[in-house]
């Protein structure tokens, strides 16, 4: 399996001549930044600035955005930014005084859920969101096993790190005594029939689950994003994970739904994910778009879980929960609901993927077009009838696609799913320019 | 041992009758937030705002802030929002692209450290950076063992909470064969001699290290605070590090310097709490002051160190080093520079211990003062011969000092020690208040 955040980087070793500027900025964050440094795209893009669905490059080249899922109501928006610098001029602190506007974000945003789940914990990731989430779990039913898909991820906590595949690769191929970390195939609805897709991984769970009882670690969790966002995009049918988390919950487990991807609105149908599923989770938790960019996460959970940990070793997450966060977070809902945003994601997307299946008869290696909402992902294939991985083919694709200045990304253990998951703003016109551009770029590959 | 993170909160079961409105905050706050909803003092205080060294609260009365490290350039100051609302209406954007923002910021931080500290990976959190270093020390040494010390707190994520006896309390009395962490003692200046400490630490961290190869784990870092925030503030005399940390070395182990809270200028004399033990450290963490309160933490080490996980695992930090973290610390040491503040620190550090050391005399209470530029300690005794912990009387000092709008905090294993921790902007007026305060609030409870 490659690693799947290093899919679609920058190779410093196989790198063909850059810009003498790009060069040189390339080679100062290498410097700065060491190993650590990895970028996207065989030649680097240096950003300036953004707005709406746009990104735009030094040069002042405009970036059709369709792979940015942060600033989710859209890059720089206004009413967001101006809500920061307001907040931030005026109180930035910890909550541990009383603050009305974190009381107020908090009320707003648990109405969004299921009753049950009535306890906010804010923090300032999703890596520190399922890192508390796994915590929660493990102090609740006083158990270590946690069970996740073949190549997700969950963050970069050491905790979080150990049950993402797609991060730490040695989790893939534990699956034993050592490790309390079990992984079962994601839900491929490009190879396995929709009947059998919820049947097959309520399966996988229960020998997890079985094999994480005999060795003595117990069912803590299922993590599972709804959405599949590592394991390469998968939303239907509706339901399939029902099974499945019935299965954990009969092991005293719990079913944690990360809705770091999913959630506020981008598949759709639903402000979370797992509503698709017709599911109540025991927690969720959340991150990325909260803040649009201003780096929040955030915990929901039912009062006795959150106390199992609480009340005996307590939680404080200092830049968890300030007025700014809060003043953020309200800000992104107000624009999701005045903007209409999920719905748009809704039509928009389903406008999208109508115009990706137009292209499968046109080209073999367009396997399959599959999504929810603005999240959406275009498999490709050698051989359509084998269905064998076209990994090389989707590194050439999202190359070709930024040289023509439309940003996608990958997902999958082999990196070959074409991951399209633009700001919720996103037009039908930018699905034009998005759906020309993947035409004229697997054209000029010769398909 | 009290857990260090609850020093100091209001208790809803044993509260006197709050003000209405306070009251209301308080339940709203108890039913959206449940078991996580820990404030301060007796009677909870509303913030609203906050300007330089005051926090106003909501009938616009204005409170002296002696406690709080995050503001560390001055509660909402200008300079550090301006130019945060200006690069979050421009460009606000994960590290996958190039930013000469960040460039500019990770040259201009990594001048301020050793030569050999030369790569820097941020983060969000102090929390995210003390959870990055312990992988990056077992990733390159190959061993788990951390040696801590006794009230120590690095932060709250599943690893870095394992670490923190100060949080979960089970690490303080385990120190055996199920968990590779071991705890050493404080360096207690006020019960061991200067010339004693350094050995003490150097010998318990030896017989720590022994035990843990005994028991398999091998020794991958000593992890400590050279303020010791949590154990209770001891900072003299400097260089009592260097013997612990070459025993360290000897058994294969990294130094990690946690340098969440006494980074970025507090200490006075240095703008690192290692330079004042003339130390290099393996690696650095960072967080807290570092954005003046914009979520961002950082970890500088050696290329080496660092390859060491990120060659095998890689690490991304989605909210770690965008342009608007960039811009947050390029104007926090903007203003640190422009405005002198450490030098202020060094100085209205030196006059506060001065003026506190002459209420020894009047108040046998006060056993000790202690601290290094505006890190400052009062430790609170029932006798000044026995030099017992005089817990309660601390508590009561906080909140009288809360009444007379002045805002401290508590550290130490039995809360006993008063922590005065201001913004750096503080001055000899400040430090005037503070201690007329102090007197007042001692007079006052029968001292």
Chains 1, 2 share one sequence.
């Not at 953004?50 to 990104?55: D, E, I």
């Not at 859920?113 to 990731?125: E, H, R, V």
């Not at 394991?231 to 099974?243: E, I, K, M, R, S």
Request: proline share 4%; aromatic share 6%; hydrophobic share 45%.
């Amino acid at each position: 399996m490659k690693e799947i955040l290093a899919l679609n980087a920058f190779d410093r070793a196989t790198a063909t001549a850059l810009d003498a500027d790009v060069q040189r900025l390339v080679d100062q964050r290498h410097r700065v930044m060491g190993a650590a440094s990895v970028l996207f795209y065989d030649t680097p893009i240096e950003m300036v600035s953004a707005r709406g669905a746009f990104l735009y490059d030094a040069n002042g080249l405009a970036y059709l955005d369709c792979y940015n899922n942060v600033p989710s109501v859209g890059h720089a928006h206004p009413h967001v930014t101006a809500a920061i610098a307001q907040q931030i001029a005026q109180l930035n602190i910890h909550s541990r005084y009383l603050h009305r506007g974190m009381h107020a974000y908090a009320e707003r945003l648990l109405a969004t859920f299921p009753a049950a789940l009535s306890n906010l914990t804010l923090t300032c990731t999703g890596s520190e969101s399922n890192d508390l989430a796994l915590r929660l779990a493990s102090a609740y039913t006083g158990h270590t096993g946690v069970i996740v898909t073949a190549a997700a991820y969950h963050g970069n906590t050491a905790a979080v790190a150990a049950v993402s595949p797609a991060s730490v690769r040695t989790v893939a191929h534990s699956g034993t005594n050592a490790s309390p970390v079990r992984v079962v195939r994601a839900p491929d609805s490009y190879r396995v029939s929709a009947a059998d897709i919820g049947a097959r991984l309520a399966q996988d769970v229960e020998e997890a689950a079985r094999d994480l009882e005999q060795q003595g670690f117990g069912v803590s969790a299922f993590l599972v994003d709804s959405m599949f966002s590592s394991d390469g995009v998968y939303a239907d049918p509706a339901g399939f994970l029902t099974d499945a988390v019935a299965v954990v919950r009969r092991h005293g487990g719990l079913m944690i739904a990360d809705e770091v991807q999913p959630g506020f609105g981008r598949t759709g149908g639903h402000l979370w994910g797992f509503q698709r599923h017709n599911l109540v989770p025991d927690i969720v938790t959340m991150g990325k778009p909260m803040g649009n960019g201003y780096p929040m996460g955030g915990v929901v959970t039912r009062p006795e879980i959150l106390s199992a940990l609480c009340e005996r070793v307590g939680y404080f997450n200092t830049f968890g929960g300030t007025p700014v966060a809060a003043a953020a977070g309200m800000a992104v809902l107000d624009v999701l609901e005045a903007e209409g945003l999920m719905a748009n994601a809704e039509q928009v997307g389903a406008y999208l993927r109508e115009c990706l299946r137009e292209l499968i008869t046109r080209f073999p290696a367009i396997g399959d077009v599959r999504g929810a909402g603005l999240y959406n992902a275009v498999e490709l294939v050698d051989d359509p009838t084998t269905r064998s991985p076209a990994a090389s083919l989707a590194s050439a694709v999202i190359n070709g696609l930024r040289q023509r200045r439309v940003l996608i990304g990958a997902a999958g253990p082999h990196g070959h799913i074409l991951k399209l998951r633009p700001p919720l703003c996103f037009s039908r016109e930018h699905v034009d320019t998005l759906v020309r551009a993947i035409t004229e770029t697997l054209v000029s590959l010769g398909h």
